[in-house]
Structures are given as C-alpha cells and as structure tokens.
C-alpha cells in the first residue's frame, strides 16, 4: 500500500529546502518506527509505502504530521495507459457503490517521457468509466487523480492535511498549558510554525484537583501527536499562590499570579534551552489580557513571548480545537490554578512600576524557586504511555 503527501509550504524554501524535506521524512520516520515503512520524498511528493496492517497508523501520522498539506491512499500501476485505464475504472466503481453518479479525470504528468500529455491522459482514462458514471468537470460527485511520476499513483477521497512546517525547523519555545481551550491552541499553532515545545503547567493543589492535572497530562499528549514529543513540568504553585493571596493587593492578585509565572517560566526556559515563552492570552479575552497588564507580564519575561492567538476570537480558538481533538478535554469541569482567589474587581490597566514594588514586597522569590525545584516531570511521545519522570532521567 502507498501513501501520498502533498507538500505545500516547502517549496517555497529555495536553497534550504533539502533540509525541511529531511526534517519532514525524519519526524515521519519517528511516528511510524517499528512498522517497516518505506519513507521518501520527490519532487513535492512524500511517500510511504506499508504494509495494509499498517494503514490505520500511517493514516493517523498523516493526519497530524506538520509540513503536509494533503495525503491520499492510492493505487500503484505501471506506466502504460492500459493499466492507468484499469486502475482508474476500479476506483471508479468503488466511488459508484458510494452513490457517485458524475465525475470527472485530473491528470498531471511529471514524466515527460511518458507519451501521452495530460489532457490526453484525461481522455485515455475516462473512456472506460463513461460506462457507469457521467462527465461532469464543473461539479462532480468525485475527482480522480492520476499522477505519472517515477512511480504512477491513482486516487480520490485526497485528505486535508495540516499544513505548516516540519517541527524542529523553527528552534524551541517553552509553552504555559492551562487546562482551558487556549493554551493548547496557542501550542499547536507554534507547532505549525516548525517549532518544538516544551509545556509548563501550574498546579495548586488541593485547590486544583488531581483530576485537573490529569486533563493537562492528556492535553500535552494531544500536542504531542503534533509535536512528535514534548514534555510537561508540573509546578507545585500552593504556596507561591497563597504569599500572593495574603500580601499582594486583592485587584492585582491575578496579575502578580501571572507575573510569578513568568518568573518560574525564565528558569525553566533556561534549563530545557527554549528561546521563546508561549502562552494562549488574546487582547481583551479577560482581565490579565488587556494591553497594559500584557505589557507588566511581559517585563518579566527575560525571553520574547509569543502570543498566537492574540487577534483570534473565541469562536475561533474554539474552531481550532475542535480539530485538533483538544476541545472535549479542555471543557471538562475541572479548575486550573488561574481562576482560584480571583478578584471581583481586577486591576485592568496596571504599569510596570506598580508591579515591580507590589512584586517585590511579596518576598516570593525563594518560594518560586522551590515551586521550580518541586516540579514534576512528564515525557510524551508520539508512540507511548505518557511516563513520570525525574530531572536526571530526562
């Protein structure tokens, strides 16, 4: 069996494009160890070639890896017109016994040796099929493809891939995952942009539940399908979280909380060498997000922050995660640390002076670093069970 992978977004790379092609044939490769697929890429194709036990995983690895912007499974043939004809009518009659009544040929020859063009392909092929189905080139009910490369590949049913670039070609960015809609969004839309993440969850237990942490565990893993692997540090944040509720101003409660994210955000980033922060904020979502109290959680970052969802609505966030299967997940009733202790009345317009001295008079600065030496460690791949780890394991 042969798969096909249209890439898009890579062509465009000029000079360095054998290094995306690589990096895409290489995160292919790390989904589908152990199958004894058949990996190569050609002229804007990517191939897999398996085994039929296999297709149901190669289908999923399709379906989530980054750098395609559509698959398809076909039907290999020789390069002659008589078995492109055979080829053609079987799929023909597959797309009839699924209620097909029109349909139309498109053709596109890279082989130039081949002696027929496309037009004439078109024509060679639909012959037979006029039979069962009629021509309709405007609306048909299905399309078949023919492709003479170094190899000739018949299919319809061509599936919509994820677009974007390979993940690895971007560097690394270290992602703040909540149990909302939003971070995992965030997340994935920087993984389309070719970048690995690592994800930074804040957990106040007893306040937030084990069952909330559990939903950020299974959020991360959805990444990971994306991103090949992550890992997820879970931040014990009680106590930094009950310093702020106690001597911080009660307005500016929320926004101290994401300012001692920050802090903690700056060591991580630096222990698994991420060049960025990500997080899932959009303008005027909430209190925390408007331009001014964006501006006092960015003066703490010591790295560029990244905010991909800072123009999307929530009908688009929502939108998102629908496809990316993290919706069900996110929406489950359990409480991240963000919404605990929040004020009636948040600050809306804080400055960076006023949060400098509020923040120094917490005194935090040892708890955070406790909070980040505390944390919990959770690897997830592609392939396997997500596994706990300790800081010298990873």
Sequence with gaps: MTYLGKIGELTLKGSNLQEFENLLKHNAADC????????????????????ESACEKVEFTLN????????????????????IQQAVFELAKKQCEKGCKTFKINARRSDKSFPLNSYEICCEAAGPVEEIMQVDVHNPDCTIYIEVRERCFVYTDSETGCRGLPVGSSGKGLLLLSGGLDSPVAGYRMLRRGMKIECCYFHSYPYTSEEAKQKVVTLAQKLAYYGIQTYLNVIPFTDVQMKIKENAPEAWSTLMLRVCMMKVANLLAKRCKAKCIITGESVGQVAS??????TVTEHF???????PLCGMD??????????????????LPYEDCCVLFSPRHPVLRGTVEQAEEIYKSLEVDDLIFKAYEDREIVKL???EEPCWKTETSQ
């Design 32 to 51: 589908l160890k152990g199958l004894n697929c058949k990996i190569s890429l050609f002229a804007g194709r990517l191939y897999i070639d398996c085994d």
């Design 301 to 307: 970052a010591e790295l560029p922050m990244m905010r």
């Design 64 to 83: 989530h890896l980054l750098g395609i912007t559509g698959w398809a499974k076909t039907i290999t043939c020789e390069k002659t017109i008589e078995s």
């Design 381 to 383: 791949t592609f392939n």
């Design 289 to 294: 997000q408007t331009i001014e109290n964006m």
């Design 314 to 331: 929530k009908e688009e966030i929502i939108k998102t995660s629908e496809f990316i299967d993290t919706y069900e997940t996110s929406i």
